[in-house]
C-alpha cells in the first residue's frame, strides 16, 4: 500500500518531469524560430546587397518608389537607329597637363564642324566671349582628338542634351589639362536656362574644369549658369540634333546611352 509521503514524492517526481518536458519544447520551438529568423534575415541581406550592387538603392536623392511591389520594370523598347554606321579608325589620345597656347585671333568668327554618323552640326562658335574655350578646341580638333569618338550621353527628362567629347565613351575621359570658365553672363541664358541649340562646357560641378567634354541642348534646359556656352548650333544642326533626341536613350529612365549611334567621324574648326 501506497503512504502519504510516497504519494507525495510521486506527484511532485510527475509534476517535475512534466515541467522539464514543456521547458525542452519551448527551447525546441526557439531553435525553431530562430533558425527560421536567421534565414529570413540572410535572405533579406542577401537581397539588399543585390540592390545595392545593382544600383537601385541610392542617396538621399533617389526619387525611386520604396514600395513593395515586386513587379519587373519593363524593358525600354528596342528603337531603330536612325544613323549611318561609322568611319574606319580609331580613337586618338591627347594628355596634356598644360592648356594649350594661345593661337586663334580672338577677334575672328570660327565655325567647329562636327562630321557625325547621323548627319553633319555646324556650330559657330562664340570667340570673343569664350576664347580660352574656342582656343582648346581648335588645338584638340587639329590632333584629331574628337575624331571617332562616341557621344555618349543623352538626357531625356529635367534637361535635354546630348554630351560628347569624351575620347574613352564613359564619361571620365579628358585631354589632361582644364580651362577656365567663361561666358557665364551670356545673354542667352535667361532665369537659369540655356536655350535649345546652345553648345557648352560640360565640367566637374566645380569652376574651371572644363576639358573636352561638352554638350549640345536640343530643347531649353534649366540649369545654374556654371556651364561655358561657346556656340549655337545652326538650324541644319538642330535637326540632326532633333532625329538624335527622337531615338531616345538606352535605359529608359531619362539619362543614358544615345539608342542612336553618334560618333563623330571628324570635327574640324574653321576660321571664316
Known amino acids: 500500500m501506497v503512504t502519504q509521503e510516497q504519494r507525495k514524492r510521486q506527484l511532485a517526481r510527475e509534476k517535475f518531469?512534466?515541467?522539464?518536458?514543456?521547458?525542452?519544447?519551448?527551447?525546441?520551438?526557439?531553435?525553431?524560430?530562430?533558425?527560421?529568423?536567421?534565414?529570413?534575415?540572410?535572405?533579406?541581406?542577401?537581397?539588399?546587397?543585390?540592390?545595392?550592387?545593382?544600383?537601385?538603392?541610392?542617396?538621399?536623392?533617389?526619387?525611386?518608389?520604396?514600395?513593395?511591389?515586386?513587379?519587373?520594370?519593363?524593358?525600354?523598347?528596342?528603337?531603330?537607329?536612325?544613323?549611318?554606321?561609322?568611319?574606319?579608325?580609331?580613337?586618338?589620345?591627347?594628355?596634356?597637363?598644360?592648356?594649350?597656347?594661345?593661337?586663334?585671333?580672338?577677334?575672328?568668327?570660327?565655325?567647329?564642324?562636327?562630321?557625325?554618323?547621323?548627319?553633319d552640326i555646324d556650330i559657330p562658335l562664340k570667340t570673343a566671349a569664350a576664347p580660352h574655350t574656342v582656343n582648346s578646341f581648335n588645338y584638340l580638333a587639329g590632333k584629331g582628338y574628337f575624331d571617332h569618338t562616341k557621344c555618349h550621353r543623352l538626357t531625356t527628362n529635367g534637361i535635354y542634351v546630348l554630351q560628347c567629347g569624351d575620347p574613352t565613351g564613359t564619361g571620365s575621359g579628358g585631354p589632361g589639362y582644364t580651362i577656365p570658365d567663361e561666358n557665364l553672363k551670356d545673354k542667352s541664358l535667361k532665369d537659369n536656362v540655356y536655350p535649345a541649340g546652345t553648345v557648352a562646357m560640360a565640367n566637374t560641378s566645380q569652376p574651371n574644369t572644363g576639358g573636352s567634354q561638352f554638350f549640345l541642348v536640343y530643347q531649353d534646359s534649366q540649369l545654374p549658369p556654371n556651364y561655358t556656352p561657346f556656340g549655337t548650333v545652326s538650324a541644319e544642326g538642330m535637326k540632326v540634333l532633333q532625329k538624335i533626341a527622337a531615338a531616345g536613350e538606352n535605359t529608359g529612365a531619362g539619362d543614358g546611352a544615345p539608342n542612336a549611334t553618334v560618333v563623330i567621324d571628324k570635327a574640324t574648326v574653321s576660321k571664316s
Open 17 to 119: 518531469l512534466r515541467q522539464q518536458q514543456r521547458r525542452t519544447a519551448a527551447r525546441r520551438k526557439a531553435r525553431v524560430r530562430n533558425s527560421v529568423i536567421a534565414s529570413v534575415l540572410g535572405v533579406i541581406l542577401v537581397g539588399s546587397v543585390a540592390l545595392y550592387t545593382s544600383g537601385v538603392i541610392k542617396g538621399d536623392d533617389d526619387k525611386t518608389n520604396a514600395s513593395a511591389d515586386t513587379t519587373p520594370a519593363a524593358s525600354p523598347t528596342p528603337v531603330e537607329d536612325p544613323c549611318e554606321k561609322a568611319a574606319p579608325g580609331k580613337v586618338k589620345e591627347v594628355s596634356s597637363k598644360k592648356e594649350p597656347a594661345m593661337t586663334i585671333d580672338k577677334s575672328a568668327d570660327y565655325t567647329l564642324k562636327l562630321a557625325t554618323t547621323c548627319g
